[in-house]
């Protein structure tokens, strides 16, 4: 996989892809969407409102919004992206072997993570909360969780605070994808769901899950979302942290963000200033 820095504008991609998919390309700078450069971009494949594949088998949400104008704004074409699916235990595993260019899967950057990979961004501060079920009244603060089934993914920051800082004795749960803790949640074998608001918010407003769940309300601690990629490469990070800018700067983040969160009554605010700089 090789990265193409050729600065096309987001908002141009979006009308070349109808053309390239009528077409089948062949115009301009030889771009075919098909047989050209790609980029592989790692997202969650199941978190409504921010990355998740659809029925028809596209994409969908923030984090997809977010990568697929960094990828135009590093000149490719949205036909010209292979999604790849990035739980959160395998993204650094996703960089590290080269499977993947960059990783927009709700990455909060960590001084541990930070180590192993590098970091553009943030683009996104989200808040840890919990998701409970919309008649428990005996969840109000992180220390009512002791004794109780704490769910939350593997390699998840968000269940280590809590275990480690909040409440030691909860029973903690760890599954494959957040999908699983909402089943675990439903059929009552967890009483509980960790990670940001933005993914729990996504969740609870799915029409199939209309009035059945509340977040709890607690900002248990700040994620800062990032991208993820190689470990040393400063010049793809510098040209991702210029996408975010403009993305920022031509109001197609906040458009974003109301498209997708706006119906949760989710509001992350407004975006962070650029701090992964090399």
């Not at 592989?40 to 923030?62: H, M």
């Not at 989710?266 to 200033?273: K, V």
Request: with cysteine; charged share 25%; proline share 3%.
């Amino acid at each position: 996989m090789r990265l193409r820095t050729t600065g096309a504008a987001a908002a141009a991609v979006l009308a070349l892809s109808l053309t390239a998919t009528a077409c089948g390309g062949g115009s301009g700078d030889g771009g075919d969407g098909g047989d050209g450069d790609k980029i592989a971009i790692g997202i969650k494949f199941d978190q409504p409102g921010l990355g998740l594949k659809a029925k028809d088998g596209g994409y969908e949400g923030f984090d997809v919004d977010v990568a697929t104008y960094i990828a135009g704004e590093l000149g490719y074409e949205p036909g010209q992206i292979d999604w790849v699916e990035a739980p959160s235990a395998e993204r650094e595993n996703l960089i590290s072997r080269g499977d993947v260019d960059l990783v927009v899967a709700t990455y909060s950057i960590t001084p541990e993570r930070k180590e192993k990979v590098n970091f553009a961004g943030p683009y996104m501060i989200a808040h840890q909360d919990l998701l409970i079920r919309a008649d428990e009244e005996g969840i109000t603060e992180a220390t009512d969780l002791n004794d109780k089934k704490l769910c939350s993914v593997k390699g998840s920051t968000s269940a280590q605070n809590i275990k480690e800082k909040l409440a030691s004795d909860t029973n903690l749960q760890t599954y494959g994808t957040y999908s699983e803790c909402l089943t675990g949640l439903t059929n009552g074998a967890v009483d509980a769901i960790t990670t940001d608001d933005a993914i729990l918010a996504g969740y609870a407003a799915q029409s199939q899950h209309e009035g059945k769940f509340k977040l709890a309300g607690l900002s248990l601690k700040d994620e800062h979302y990032g991208v993820g990629m190689k470990k040393g490469d400063t010049e793809l990070q510098s040209d991702v942290n210029a996408a975010l800018e403009k993305m920022v700067e031509d109001g197609t983040w906040k458009e974003s963000v109301e498209e997708h969160f706006g119906p949760a009554g989710y509001d992350p605010g407004e975006a962070p200033e650029i701090t992964e700089k090399s």
